[in-house]
Nanobody, 120 residues
Framework: QVQLVESGGGLVQAGGSLRLSCKASGLIFSINAMGWYRQAPGKEREMVAIIPSGGSTVYADSVKGRFTISRDNAKNMGYLQMNSLKPEDTGVYYC??????????????WGQGTQVTVSS
């Protein structure tokens, strides 16, 4: 019923910037928290940033001051602005959203991921 699709990944040099987008589609009554996670090859997925529907954002220490998470509720969109990228930022970035769909309950949904590669 609900699908999340990320876009905006690519190959950039260290110090460059990328803006990731996440589009939620389907039967959506409301979106609670949204977040971005990333996973490097051979490593576990880690939280990058979270933005609640109404509240302050949360960032991983490794990206504080460089990344900015935002959302456009009217468009069911989430964004991650990534500046001053480092090679260690390389990985697959996943969009996550807690969404109330056709039923009363809310659940987490995940996108398919978008590759971000930062070269030295």
């Amino acid at each position: 019923q609900v699908q999340l699709v990320e876009s905006g990944g690519g190959l950039v040099q260290a110090g460059g910037s990328l803006r990731l987008s996440c589009k939620a589609s389907g039967l959506i009554f409301s979106i609670n928290a949204m977040g971005w996670y990333r996973q490097a090859p051979g490593k576990e997925r880690e939280m990058v940033a979270i933005i609640p529907s109404g509240g302050s954002t949360v960032y991983a220490d490794s990206v504080k001051g460089r990344f900015t998470i935002s959302r456009d509720n009217a468009k069911n969109m989430g964004y991650l602005q990534m500046n001053s990228l480092k090679p260690e930022d390389t990985g697959v970035y996943y969009c996550n959203a807690n969404i109330r769909s056709s039923g009363l309950e809310s659940r987490d949904y995940w996108g398919q991921g978008t590759q971000v590669t930062v070269s030295s």
